[in-house]
C-alpha cells in the first residue's frame, strides 16, 4: 500500500490518484524486505510481485524512479534532461 511519496527526501503523504505519479513496477524482490531477511524466504521459482510507487507533484516534476539492483531509487531529471541532450 502507498503511503507517501516514494522519494525519501519527501514526506507529501498519499491521499488521491489525481495528484501526482503513480508507478506500478514488477520486482522478483520485495523492496521492504531486509537482504539479512529474505534468505529465509527464499524459494526455487522466484514470484514476482507488482508493487506501487507514488511520486507527488511536486516530486514528479524533479526526480524519476529507476529500479536497480537493490530496489527502486529516485534519480534527478535534470541529469536525465542533460545526458539525453548531449546526445
Avoid at 522478483?28 to 524459494?43: G, H, K, N, W, Y
Avoid at 530496489?71 to 541532450?85: C, D, F, K, S, Y
Wanted: proline letters at 7%; hydrophobic letters at 40%.
Amino acid at each position: 500500500m502507498v503511503s507517501k511519496c516514494a522519494n525519501p527526501e519527501c514526506s507529501a503523504p498519499f491521499r488521491y490518484l489525481r495528484s501526482g505519479k503513480l508507478f506500478r513496477v514488477e520486482m522478483e524482490r520485495d523492496p521492504l524486505v531486509s537482504q539479512a531477511v529474505e534468505p529465509m524466504f527464499a524459494t526455487r521459482n522466484p514470484v514476482r510481485r507488482a508493487h506501487y510507487f507514488w511520486l507527488c507533484d511536486g516530486c514528479s516534476s524533479k526526480v524519476k524512479l529507476v529500479i536497480g539492483k537493490d530496489g527502486i531509487a529516485t534519480e534527478p531529471l535534470v541529469r536525465a534532461q542533460a545526458a539525453t541532450a548531449g546526445s
